[in-house]
């Protein structure tokens, strides 16, 4: 299950080989205005498809683009406080 993406979160583009394939809201031939490789972007809408889920963004229009595309950016105060419980010994807080 997905816990990053959601309305406000930011993400990095991880994979931008479009191809000819378009994200959902766009014609058949990929546009040079498709994310590209570190990209950050804010998230602005989540969809639920049939193949899996899809992320929007406010510079793409209603254009929406696979997750899997996309990894979230992690603030660094985000990313110690994931590693917190590692440090504390049992009864005792780090």
């Known amino acids: 299950m997905n816990t ?43 969809l639920s498809r049939a193949r899996g889920l899809y992320l929007g963004f406010a510079e793409y229009g209603e254009a929406c683009f696979h997750i899997e595309n996309f990894k979230p950016v992690v603030d660094q105060s985000d990313d110690v406080a994931l590693f917190v419980h590692h440090l504390e010994r049992a009864g005792e807080r780090a």
């Open 4 to 46: 990053w993406a959601k309305p406000g979160a930011k993400c990095v583009c991880v994979l931008s080989s479009w191809g000819h394939w378009a994200p959902v809201g766009h014609d058949a031939d990929a546009a040079p205005d498709f994310p590209a490789n570190g990209d950050i972007l804010v998230i602005v809408e989540v």
